[in-house]
């Protein structure tokens, strides 16, 4: 006996439409973005004369020379001794920084431009920052900056991964040994400059902040001769809430 013939599946028009127009855009949307990324590169790829090599060849050796002048000034003294911490911005630094400039800078952190961090402020700290001082900015955090920035760009360094602080879980696995259980023990240990600051810094990444809608100047003029860089003191709060 002949089997009977299976009906076949039968798909509406409209879906298979449907299911074309997805695959045009799909594809569309595909070559858009190669395209961009060949623009793109296009854009970055520029033929330097050798002019500005050797400019920005002196531009690093004068920045060499310059760091060494500051390091052998007189350190400056803590403005509010009663004031353990710091925060510090970085503003410039690019073609015209000396490799010995960058390293320094690498140590703290700070690999990019608008990235900030929490160090203890001490006599060393502030001679590491007088040598780079055109190109940071640092100042005394107050409370509600310090949970503001750990609330809205905090992130952290977990098994080599970059994870945002959303879970407390994470930070009690990582810091839990040292009685740090949540968003709030974070705050409190960076503002206090607790016994486990070191710990907790570590654990944090760098800040990144958004780029201020004033550009501001690394090695035009110090912030005490109406510029940009160095030592804000109290005033640094003003700064950081514009970019957060």
Sequence with gaps: MAEEPKPLNYIPEVILKKRRNNEEWAIRRKQQLEQRVRKSKRD??????????????????????????????????LLTPESKLLFILRIGGKTDMHMKTRKILYSL???KIFSGVFVKANERMMGILQSVEPYVTYGYPNLKNVRDLIYKKGLAKVNRQIVPLTDNNIIEQTLGKYGILCMEDIVNEIATVGPHFKEVTRFLCPFKLNKPDKALHGKKKPYKDGGDAGNREDQINELISKMN
């Design 44 to 77: 970055n790829f520029v033929i330097k004369k050798p002019e500005q090599f050797i400019r920005e060849y002196r531009d690093r050796e004068l920045d060499l020379i310059q760091m060494k002048h500051r390091a052998k000034r007189k350190k400056h003294a």
């Design 109 to 111: 952190g700070l690999r």
